[in-house]
């Protein structure tokens, strides 16, 4: 599922990374994948802010500002007992 184009705050910095691959495996919309030792972003849009790569990533390479994209609408349409689909979320 893509959200919006190109407004992810999602960040990579190959440089840290050691291709463990935990971002894959937490990832829940398959953002990541390993190529020559490394994660590289193949779907930028179809991240929607969780945090789950950046919070599990003991090395520093990835950074997102959780809680700012459809996850938090998602979060928020759940405690107000909306409909994500309507409003909530891009």
């Known amino acids: 599922m893509k959200y919006l184009k190109n407004v992810t705050t999602l960040k990579l910095n190959r440089n840290n990374c050691i291709g463990c691959g935990l971002c894959l495996k937490v990832c829940p919309h398959e953002v ?49 007992g909306k409909d994500p689909g309507k409003d909530d979320c891009c």
Do not use: P, W
């Open 32 to 80: 990541f994948v390993i190529r020559d030792k490394k994660a590289i972003i193949v779907s930028k849009d179809n991240c929607m802010e969780c945090g789950a790569c950046a919070k599990n990533c003991a090395f520093n390479a990835l950074s997102v500002r959780s809680g700012v994209g459809c996850a938090a609408g998602i979060m928020y349409a759940a405690f107000l």
